[in-house]
């Protein structure tokens, strides 16, 4: 069977385009569409109250469904108008600013129907936050296409799961519309619509997808860019997220691969301890590690992560008994969360009761010994901040010295230290002030990685636990 005919074998798929102005990308993304999509599908333009050509252009298009509101109703409650008047057995969520390419539509639907567990399946592309960022190497549309089309070869071994999916170009299943509903209109004129939309479909049970083998060009927020509240806009938004679910929609985003990087390859059993959302988790077991355990404080955050992760307990990382016997776990995770423990030697010594011999521990812990806080203290400061080496969630603080002696006493081995630097030109200037004045005062901790420490944030440390 010739694959056009195959393509046109496969359900409706309703095409859902809010729009509102912005008339000369709204005409390339559907003539890209009617360019580049085989199966059969039905376009739906939801128009909020455009001033400009773009509702007479629509009305004058035959082959498109309108939906013509008379005024700005926002993005959220135009996604839903379309869903309403779908006939699709699953719907597109597209922005007008966004350009489809070869492969687009049948690279999605494969993926979506791969699993009926995916509720959700969603395209890379050149400007979208989170994982789905992928650079294209094109300077033009025409480029643009070349690339895409080589890009766009059907290859499941480049989908991976993920906590968020953003609603630029978003493939939804029917059945999860039918269940969950549309997307939430208090979120008026739109951001964070996409995000509260994605953690109803993850608590449903259903899965987020990212198509790897599927790129799109995105323009990205060609009308948020004239909206002079759009600023306002945004921070109301992240407000109203985290009155409704009380977690930070940005625990979605740490998926923490630098991490993921210092985890052996062949980590069986991981336990990430102080997991938040399971992005790191998640992260793990795209790699292929097949179970993976959470420890989370916060209830909210873990209830979320159990829907990624193999199991989550939720209480203090320090005092909790696992369901399962010593030397389970062949590595551990602590990313930035030994800072926030009471007594982090205690809680390293009992949940490394949990870890093999030989097998390892990864953390990443904030340098208090940066140039930064040398700088404050020397001005008579120990200001605590709502993020950064003294965020004011802090309870321990670290220089490199003290992270080996605690290291040590737990029982564990330091094989790998890594840094994250940063320092302005005047820090820089301060570090080398105090280098010579250490060495003309013979301080010992003052020694030739003096300057290395002043500029660290951040440590990265890998140990194995000592038999």
């Not at 252009?57 to 082959?63: I, K, S, T, V, Y």
């Not at 930064?372 to 003294?390: A, D, F, P, R």
Request: aromatic letters at 10%; charged letters at 20%.
């Amino acid at each position: 069977m010739k694959p056009e005919v195959a393509a046109m074998l496969q359900p409706l798929t309703s095409i859902i385009i809010p729009v509102y102005n912005q008339w000369a990308y709204t005409r390339q993304c559907i003539d890209s569409i009617r360019r580049f999509t085989l199966c059969p599908y039905e376009l739906i333009v939801v128009d909020n109250g455009s001033s400009d050509e773009t509702t007479s252009e629509l009305r004058a298009d035959g082959e498109v469904k309108l939906i013509a509101n008379p005024a700005n109703f926002g993005f959220p409650k135009a996604c839903n108008q379309g869903m309403a008047a779908a006939r699709g057995e699953q719907f597109v969520i597209l922005n007008n600013d966004v350009v489809v390419s070869h492969n687009w539509l049948d690279n999605l639907l494969n993926c979506l129907h791969s699993d009926p567990s995916h509720g959700a399946v969603g395209p890379v592309s050149n400007f979208v936050s989170g994982v789905q960022l992928h650079p294209g190497s094109y300077t033009s549309m025409e480029e643009m296409q070349q690339f895409a089309r080589e890009h766009n070869q059907p290859n499941p071994s480049k989908w991976f799961y993920t906590l968020r999916l953003v609603g630029f170009c978003l493939l939804i299943r029917r059945s999860v519309y039918e269940e969950l509903g549309g997307f939430d209109e208090d979120f008026g004129r739109g951001n964070f619509e996409d995000d509260d939309y994605c953690l109803r479909i993850r608590r449903a049970g259903r899965r987020l997808v990212v198509a790897g083998d599927t790129f799109v060009h995105h323009y990205g927020s060609v009308s948020q860019r004239v909206d002079p509240d759009y600023g306002d806009l945004l921070q109301a938004n992240l407000q109203r997220f985290l009155s409704k679910w009380g977690i930070n929609p940005q625990y979605s985003l740490w998926t923490r691969e630098d991490l993921a990087e210092l985890v052996p390859p062949d980590a069986a059993r991981v336990l990430d301890v102080g997991c938040a959302c399971g992005g790191l988790g998640l992260t793990l077991k795209n790699r292929g590690v097949g179970h993976v355990a959470g420890i989370e404080y916060d209830e909210r955050a873990a209830i979320d992560a159990r829907t990624v992760l193999d199991e989550v307990w939720i209480g203090d990382a320090g005092a909790l008994k696992l369901p399962h016997p010593p030397g389970w776990f062949d590595t551990l995770v602590f990313a930035d969360v030994l800072e926030h423990l009471a007594d982090p030697l205690a809680a390293l010594r009992h949940l490394t009761s949990y870890l093999k011999p030989g097998g390892r521990v990864v953390a990443s812990i904030p340098n208090v010994g940066h140039a930064s806080v040398l700088k404050g203290l020397l001005e008579g400061c120990w200001t605590y901040q709502e993020s950064g080496i003294l965020d004011r969630t802090h309870l321990r603080f670290f220089t490199l010295l003290e992270i080996a002696r605690l290291f040590e006493q737990a029982g564990l081995h330091i094989e790998f230290i890594g840094m994250v630097q940063d320092a302005a030109p005047d820090l820089d200037m301060l570090c080398e002030e105090l280098e010579h004045l250490g060495a003309k005062l013979g301080l010992q901790s003052f020694g030739p990685d003096f300057g290395d420490r002043c500029k660290t944030v951040q440590y990265y440390i890998r140990a194995a636990k000592v038999s």
